[in-house]
T-cell receptor, first 110, second 114 residues
Framework: EDQVTQSPEALRLQEGESSSLNCSYTVSGLRGLFWYRQDPGKGPEFLFTLYSAGEEKEKERLKATLTKKESFLHITAPKPEDSATYLCAVLKGGSEKLVFGKGTKLTVNP | DGGITQSPKYLFRKEGQNVTLSCEQNLNHDAMYWYRQDPGQGLRLIYYSQIVNDFQKGDIAEGYSVSREKKESFPLTVTSAQKNPTAFYLC?????????????FGSGTRLTVV
């Protein structure tokens, strides 16, 4: 069964305290792994897509990496405005449906 | 600007009522999806459609119905058979095959039973 597991469920950081969020997956024929950011009461917003092991993408304080079994979202020197829920999703071969993890709720305290 | 619009933002349902949530997109996307989001449970797929006049059940379709009469529109009806409808509902759309950004999401509708 296709599964996407995100950890931790919640993470509380001090401003400037770098950390990583994990997304592990078991899916055959990965076509892409997606990271989204979701603010309370809003729809998810696209951050990154990763396609193959070893790939990395960066945007401001965020860097996403991908291995054959998991992806990490690294947050460097976070600011309070980075507080949100971060969702990971995978797309497998032969399907157009994303399989989502349950998300990691990040809180960055000033 | 292209995007996906959900309305209303907040909706209140009385016991035994059917209610319809609207989802409209002007992105010329072929596929549209409805998700339900509850605290601690992530996104659960209700229904999806990859072409006009065709749709498939997702993981939690019981108590819900949809239609896809136009490419731009994919309304979701929450029927009285759905016993626990209070949740945040998200509509999404995508190209087929998927573009490199996956889904585009609407801003959501929060449904509350009163």
């Amino acid at each position: 069964e296709d599964q996407v597991t995100q950890s931790p469920e919640a993470l509380r950081l001090q401003e400037g305290e770098s950390s990583s969020l994990n997304c592990s997956y078991t899916v055959s024929g990965l076509r892409g792994l997606f990271w989204y950011r979701q603010d309370p009461g809003k729809g998810p917003e696209f951050l990154f897509t990763l396609y193959s092991a070893g790939e990395e993408k960066e945007k401001e304080r965020l860097k996403a990496t991908l291995t054959k079994k998991e992806s990490f979202l690294h947050i460097t020197a976070p600011k309070p405005e980075d507080s949100a829920t971060y969702l990971c999703a995978v797309l497998k071969g032969g399907s157009e449906k994303l399989v989502f993890g349950k998300g990691t709720k990040l809180t960055v305290n000033p | 600007d292209g995007g996906i619009t959900q309305s209303p933002k907040y909706l209140f349902r009385k016991e035994g009522q059917n209610v319809t949530l609207s989802c409209e997109q002007n992105l010329n996307h072929d596929a549209m999806y409805w998700y339900r989001q509850d605290p601690g449970q992530g996104l659960r797929l209700i229904y999806y459609s990859q072409i006009v006049n065709d749709f498939q059940k997702g993981d939690i379709a019981e108590g819900y119905s949809v239609s896809r009469e136009k490419k731009e529109s994919f309304p979701l009806t929450v029927t009285s058979a759905q016993k626990n409808p209070t949740a945040f509902y998200l509509c999404a759309s995508s190209m087929v095959p998927q573009a490199n950004y996956g889904y585009t999401f609407g801003s959501g509708t929060r449904l509350t039973v009163v």
